[in-house]
T-cell receptor, first 112, second 110 residues
Framework: DVKVTQSSRYLVKRTGEKVFLECVQD?????MFWYRQDPGLGLRLIYF???????EKGDIPEGYSVSREKKERFSLILESASTNQTSMYLC???????????FGPGTRLTVL | RKEVEQDPGPFNVPEGATVAFNCTYS??????FFWYRQDCRKEPKLLMS???SGNEDGRFTAQLNRASQYISLLIRDSKLSDSATYLC???????????FGKGTRLHILP
């Protein structure tokens, strides 16, 4: 069974804090993704990575950065959290970029 | 035209009824199509892939219409447990792009 785990289910941070969201997958997938999901806006791609140390911007990369030092781990970084980054963050992995994605349980981030 | 478009619903359907919803896509080069299911406060999970010849899995049937650029999902004999949001997903091998629709909410009523 594919398993994608995320470091926290719920997180509360203050404006201006640096926030790290961690994602780990155990299926040796090359591709990993970070999305945010907001009511009425659906899933929006922030960044994705198709290999270690490789990253590509998604549709809404502003205010975020990512790190992929190991194949199984993909981190999302909010350099200076803002209230408009309050959202559900979902990590996913896939063997091929255009194929089935397996999602983690999500992190609900609240920025005060 | 939006890349992937779905009726947001909600569709309120009595238990046991048949319900169908469509998803339209704009990129004619799209090659892979999926339906995902997302329960409230949970992550999306793959429900089924959609093949050119159609795909049936128990009470669920997915169809692809390339000429009109839409995919459909039909649920027969609906159960209370079918209540969820159904996400349409379209991808292109050519540019490794995968697009999620915003989802259609389905409520099965007892």
């Amino acid at each position: 069974d594919v398993k994608v785990t995320q470091s926290s289910r719920y997180l509360v941070k203050r404006t201006g804090e640096k926030v790290f969201l961690e994602c780990v997958q155990d299926m040796d997938h090359e591709n990993m993704f970070w999305y945010r999901q907001d009511p009425g806006l659906g899933l929006r791609l922030i960044y994705f990575s198709y290999d270690v140390k490789m990253k590509e911007k998604g549709d809404i990369p502003e205010g975020y950065s990512v790190s992929r030092e190991k194949k199984e781990r993909f981190s999302l970084i909010l350099e200076s959290a803002s209230t408009n980054q309050t959202s559900m963050y979902l990590c996913a992995s896939a063997k091929w970029a255009y194929n089935e994605q397996f999602f983690g349980p999500g992190t609900r981030l609240t920025v005060l | 035209r939006k890349e992937v478009e779905q009726d947001p619903g909600p569709f309120n359907v009595p238990e046991g009824a048949t319900v169908a919803f469509n998803c339209t896509y704009s990129n004619s080069a799209s090659q892979s199509f999926f339906w995902y299911r997302q329960d409230c406060r949970k992550e999306p999970k793959l429900l089924m892939s959609v093949y050119s010849s159609g795909n049936e899995d128990g009470r669920f049937t997915a169809q692809l219409n390339r000429a009109s650029q839409y995919i459909s999902l039909l649920i027969r004999d609906s159960k209370l447990s079918d209540s969820a949001t159904y996400l349409c997903v379209v991808s292109s091998n050519r540019d490794d792009k995968i697009i999620f629709g915003k989802g259609t909410r389905l409520h099965i009523l007892p």
